[in-house]
């Protein structure tokens, strides 16, 4: 079963940027599409991109498009998220997650994803 790591959240002004980082555990990853997504206080969990397993092909979430990016680095079972001119409604934790099926596509359904990640707290002042 893999285990899934996040990190690189933090505290930071609207307007700036961080790097997500999430390292998976397990095998077969490089055939595994990822994705990210996030929770804020009181609210449902919600897409925020996701990634084919070879990378050639990216979802993003309305919120997100222009703003983040999503890639990975297989050869270091990682998955990564860029997130620039971030906004204080960016405030969530965000999770990372992995499908388990070989080739399956990258999708923005949360119930698709088999593995999950503690999260990492991302916190925008203004």
């Known amino acids: 079963q893999a285990q899934l790591v996040e990190s690189g959240g933090g505290l930071v002004q609207a307007g700036g940027s961080l790097r997500l980082s999430c390292v998976a555990s397990?095998?077969?990853?490089?055939?595994?599409?990822m994705a990210w997504f996030r929770q804020a206080g009181g609210q449902e969990r919600e897409f925020v991109a996701a990634?084919?397993?070879?990378?050639?092909?990216?979802l993003y979430a309305d919120s997100a498009k222009g703003r983040f990016t999503i890639s990975r680095d297989n050869a270091k079972n990682t998955v990564y998220l860029q997130m620039n001119n971030l906004k204080p409604e960016d405030t969530a934790v965000y999770y990372c997650?992995?499908?388990?099926?070989?080739?399956?596509?990258?999708?923005?359904?949360?119930?698709?994803?088999?593995?999950w990640g503690q999260g990492t707290q991302v916190t925008v002042s203004s």
């Open positions: 997650a992995e499908r388990a099926g070989a080739y399956d596509s990258a999708t923005p359904y949360s119930i698709e994803y088999d593995y």
């Open positions: 397990g095998r077969g990853f490089d055939s595994h599409a």
């Open positions: 990634i084919r397993w070879s990378g050639g092909r990216t």
